[in-house]
């Protein structure tokens, strides 16, 4: 657990703490940065995936044919883990149908596809200027209606995040956005930052911390600058301007910088007293709160030297990408082959076709020119230099876990602690020999998970079978013992009546079969005569 | 007389540990055969009996008896090589015999054409079919294990074995490279060197 106050104090003296490993990679962010983010016009049509965040899905109020508004929300649920999504724009449900989703495998997902009106007409919920004496259930219920998830990249819910059952210590604010490409918060911090303030004061409400601390990297003066201008009255906040080394953005390694404490690899930030958010999200809670609006655009990074105009916009969920790429100016004759990935490039992901659409954790588009993207070289053995281990921030071991999940002994890779590998990428951005070491880690991931549902399955299974056995043998023998019964019956009733009462009726039964038979014996012969 | 006391004391001892280990011998009596267990946590408890025995259980206690481990398709190559780790013997190739390892399936009744005979409700390992005489039957997706007995029993055919979807959820990260020759899906490296 962090002291608060020490820890304020000491980066009001400038002192901050390192985490270990991190890359410099060339900075990147002048491409895009440079001019205010765009207004867009809608697209022909809107795919909305149903699940935009970690969890569970809702399931869908809407039908085809029926009219939404702007903002209207098109799943429900009663599960806490379900966050709603919203119709980005008014118009028409076209269709609830299977689309390809913004995942790296590109498989379908239910999606449902929205024809713009081109009237933007909003469904707005009723504004809570007066946050300061609602209480906090009433907050928390707003943000999940609203349909909030992390906007920094993960997409945990955010009202789940924001009602901790420990005491907060720290409330950081993340506004340091270390890809090297991606510019979205730089922009809306400088754009927004008052509107970030406001979202950090409902937080702060709603959560109570000791301290506010906003964490900016020292590339990004402006926005810096931005951020101070809005919060010079509140001395309650914090302001810590954070060396520029990738990944200084991700969650753990940022507490570790500001507070010099590790968070547990089992554990959450809130085991050390923090929690983070990024300055989206704050955006986005502001205009729930304040506004009424629930979570139907986000800034997005275009970028990339194959872009014309590289640019940030604002664009609404479910934007096909290939809207996007036509208002940068996408020049396909710039690329060896046709290639978008979205997030950034150290974690981003090749999208399959350009109808994915934007989704909630969508933060840039990056499509870079042949000089960019030159042509991969073959992996080569690896050296045992140890670039990597010296580079990871997670002090991990990366060639043991490239060996163990290689070789697919995934019991070894989680012994040197798989698990907390965060994907970053700096351990394969070092590497001398080329080895894309995260895809090894991730396909070990999902193998180790995969393994892990089946193991479930068929524990379940056998549970089945085996209750199934025990009552199968049951009715067995339940069975037996009626007949057993009953047959006990039967002889005691045959005792009963005297014994020669009842070989008379057997005789008795034997003789009229006998005539019955003799008689259609001789039926028969009369027939054939 | 040294000797006497050392028989005396040497036998007092061995009296003390036998009882000791005549009572724990009670005392920890373990009821069934750790290893059938151990088996059977590794087998994929499909309860199909392509190995020859009926269900999962069955073949564990064979298998702790010296049956051949290679005699499970649904398990595959992962289940040999587990079974071998466990009982110390080499992994062999999956018996072609007892069938081929295939893609995952799960059992689906085409409910229009279901007369409601209830056979297979009664064939199912697992308890999956759900539905009574003369109405119709179902199966509970979640539950099945895809071990095809429900299918020969039906009178009708009205049941197909359909390969499991792939869904962002279940789906795996795949090494191969893509068409143009370019690592699949991770840019790092690509981008920015």
Redesign the interface.
Same mark, same amino acid.
């Given at each position: 657990m962090i002291d608060a106050d020490n820890v304020v104090q000491q980066i009001k003296q400038g002192q901050l703490f390192d985490f270990p490993g991190g890359v410099h990679p060339p900075q990147q962010k002048s491409l895009s940065n440079t001019t205010p983010i765009n207004t867009i016009d809608e697209p022909e049509r809107l795919y909305i995936p149903i699940k935009q965040h970690i969890g569970t899905q809702g399931s869908i109020c809407v039908s085809i044919g029926q009219d939404v508004a702007k903002g209207e929300p098109l799943t429900t649920s009663a599960n806490p883990f379900a966050v709603p999504v919203h119709a980005s724009t008014s118009g028409k449900v076209i269709d609830i149908t299977q689309h390809p989703s913004a995942h790296p495998s590109g498989l379908p997902e239910t999606t449902i596809i929205i024809e713009p009106d081109g009237l933007a007409q909003w469904q707005l919920m009723p504004v809570m200027s007066d946050y300061l004496s609602a209480d906090k259930v009433s907050i928390l219920e707003r943000i999940c209606q609203a349909g909030i998830s992390g906007l920094g990249g993960a997409g945990f819910p955010t009202h789940i995040k924001t009602n901790p059952q420990k005491s907060v210590e720290c409330l950081i604010i993340n506004g340091i956005e270390c890809e090297p490409y991606i510019s979205s918060d730089d922009r809306i911090m400088r754009e927004h930052a008052w509107q970030i303030k406001q979202g950090i004061d409902i937080l702060r409400h709603v959560i109570q911390p000791k301290q506010v601390i906003i964490a900016v990297e020292d590339n990004k003066p402006e926005a810096m600058d931005a951020i101070k201008t809005a919060c010079i009255e509140d001395a309650g906040i914090t302001i810590a301007s954070v060396p520029t080394k990738y990944p200084a953005g991700g969650e753990r390694q940022l507490i570790q910088v500001l507070t010099g404490e590790e968070v547990p690899q089992e554990g959450l930030p809130i085991d050390v007293g923090c929690l983070m958010y990024n300055v989206g999200t704050c955006y986005a809670i502001a205009d729930a709160v304040l506004h009424g609006k629930a979570l139907v655009q986000r800034v997005v990074t275009l970028t990339g030297q194959a872009l014309g105009s590289p640019q940030n916009v604002w664009a609404l969920l479910g934007t096909p990408i290939h809207h996007l790429l036509d208002i940068a100016g996408y020049d396909p004759k710039r690329q060896r082959s046709q290639k978008v990935i979205m997030g950034g490039p150290m974690m981003g992901f090749t999208v399959h076709n350009d109808v994915v659409p934007v989704v909630k954790i969508t933060n840039c588009l990056l499509v870079p020119d042949k000089r960019e993207l030159p042509d991969v070289e073959d992996e080569r053995p690896c050296i045992r230099c140890g670039l990597c281990a010296d580079a990871c921030p997670a002090g991990l071991l990366p060639q043991q876990l490239f060996w163990h999940s290689k070789a697919k002994e995934y019991d070894k890779a989680q012994a040197y602690h798989l698990d907390a590998c965060i994907e970053c990428g700096a351990c394969a951005y070092v590497c001398p020999s080329e080895i894309p070491l995260v895809h090894y880690y991730r396909k070990a991931k999902t193998d180790i998970k995969y393994q892990a549902a089946e193991k479930e399955k068929s524990e379940k299974a056998r549970e089945r079978f085996e209750t199934r056995q025990a009552r199968l043998l049951a009715d067995k023998q339940a069975r037996e013992e009626k007949h057993r019964l009953a047959a006990e019956a039967r002889k005691k009733a045959m005792e009963n009546k005297g014994g020669s009462d009842a070989k008379d009726k057997i005789a008795a039964a034997l003789a009229r079969a006998k005539a019955k038979r003799a008689a259609a014996a001789q039926a028969n012969k009369d027939a054939e005569e | 007389m040294t000797l006497f006391t050392a028989l005396i004391i040497l036998g007092v001892l061995a009296l003390i540990f036998g009882a000791i280990l005549g009572y724990s011998a009670i005392k920890f009596k373990v009821e069934a055969d750790p290893l059938v267990e151990q088996i %059977?946590a590794i087998? =994929? /408890? +499909?309860?199909c009996g392509q190995c020859g025995y009926p !269900?999962? #259980?069955p073949y564990a206690e064979a298998i702790a008896n010296g049956d051949e481990i290679n005699k499970c398709p649904p398990g595959g190559e992962a289940t040999i090589k587990q079974l071998a780790d466990l009982m110390g013997v080499e992994p062999k190739p999956l018996d072609g015999d007892h069938g081929v390892e295939e893609v995952k399936k799960v059992a689906y009744i085409r409910e229009a054409e279901c007369i409601g005979c209830t056979k297979c409700i009664q064939a199912c =390992? @697992? %308890?999956?079919i759900i539905g009574a005489s003369k109405q119709m039957h179902t199966v509970i997706v979640d539950?099945c +294990?895809g071990c095809d007995l429900c299918v020969a029993p039906c009178p009708v055919d009205c049941i197909d074995m359909l390969p499991v979807k792939? +869904? =962002?959820q +279940?789906?795996?990260?795949?090494?191969a490279r893509?068409a %143009? !020759? /370019?690592? !699949? %899906? $991770? =840019? $790092? #490296?690509? @981008?920015?060197?």
């Open positions: - | %059977d087998l =994929p /408890q +499909t309860q !269900g999962c #259980k =390992p @697992v %308890d999956a539950e +294990t792939e +869904t =962002p +279940t789906w795996q990260w795949d090494l893509s %143009d !020759g /370019q690592l !699949g %899906d $991770i =840019p $790092i #490296k690509q @981008v920015n060197s």
